[in-house]
T-cell receptor, first 112, second 115 residues
Framework: TQLLEQSPQFLSIQEGENLTVYCNSSSVFSSLQWYRQEPGEGPVLLVTVVTGGEVKKLKRLTFQFGDARKDSSLHITAAQPGDTGLYLCAGGGSSNTGKLIFGQGTTLQVKP | NAGVMQNPRHLVRRRGQEARLRCSPMKGHSHVYWYRQLPEEGLKFMVYLQKENIIDESGMPKERFSAEFPKEGPSILRIQQVVRGDSAAYFC?????????????FGSGTRLTVV
């Protein structure tokens, strides 16, 4: 069974600080996606990475896919209160059936 | 999220009743996925459908749950004889092509409460 473990589960920081969220597995994934979810809403896709070692940047967010395609990280520079939310990583399997394995999520709170 | 429409947003059912959840994918998307989010748990895959076909239902409970995506109209997730353990948020997602690499657009979900 493929599993994705996210750490930390909860993170509370001050505005302006940097942070990194990790997503780890013992399984290889064909792709890795990061989502952000607000309370009462569905997840919103932030990025998809498909190549081992790939790095993508989205403004202050930097996403990295591990060389072996078993792990990923999300780094936020100079966090802002608007970054507050639940961050989810999700891995796609090699079967290409559309099935995503989601991590448990990291709840981020950025205090002004 | 406005592109994938789910209704109702909230649904209350008594134990033993049927729940019908609807999902209209984004325009141009012919691939639909249903996920369930239980309290304190992550999103769990339930089923993947294309028009008139179930592609992967490996995450669906064997009994009481069914899904369809007809040629015309929205995708329907049906739960018969609901029990308290079915209370959860049910999310639908769609994509333009098959494969996880394309990323999904999720709807806002239907929150089912069984009383």
């Amino acid at each position: 069974t493929q599993l994705l473990e996210q750490s930390p589960q909860f993170l509370s920081i001050q505005e302006g600080e940097n942070l990194t969220v990790y997503c780890n597995s013992s399984s290889v994934f064909s792709s890795l996606q990061w989502y952000r979810q607000e309370p009462g809403e569905g997840p919103v896709l932030l990025v998809t990475v498909v190549t081992g070692g790939e790095v993508k940047k989205l403004k202050r967010l930097t996403f990295q896919f591990g060389d072996a395609r078993k792990d990923s990280s999300l780094h936020i520079t100079a966090a802002q209160p608007g970054d507050t939310g639940l961050y989810l990583c999700a891995g796609g399997g090699s079967s290409n059936t559309g099935k995503l394995i989601f991590g448990q999520g990291t709840t981020l709170q950025v205090k002004p | 999220n406005a592109g994938v429409m789910q209704n109702p947003r909230h649904l209350v059912r008594r134990r033993g009743q049927e729940a019908r959840l609807r999902c209209s994918p984004m325009k141009g998307h012919s691939h639909v996925y249903w996920y369930r989010q239980l309290p304190e748990e992550g999103l769990k895959f339930m089923v993947y459908l294309q028009k008139e076909n179930i592609i992967d239902e490996s995450g669906m409970p064997k009994e009481r749950f069914s899904a369809e995506f007809p040629k015309e109209g929205p995708s329907i997730l049906r739960i018969q004889q609901v029990v308290r353990g079915d209370s959860a948020a049910y999310f639908c997602a769609s994509s333009p092509q098959r494969g996880e690499g394309y990323g999904y657009t999720f709807g806002s979900g239907t929150r089912l409460t069984v009383v």
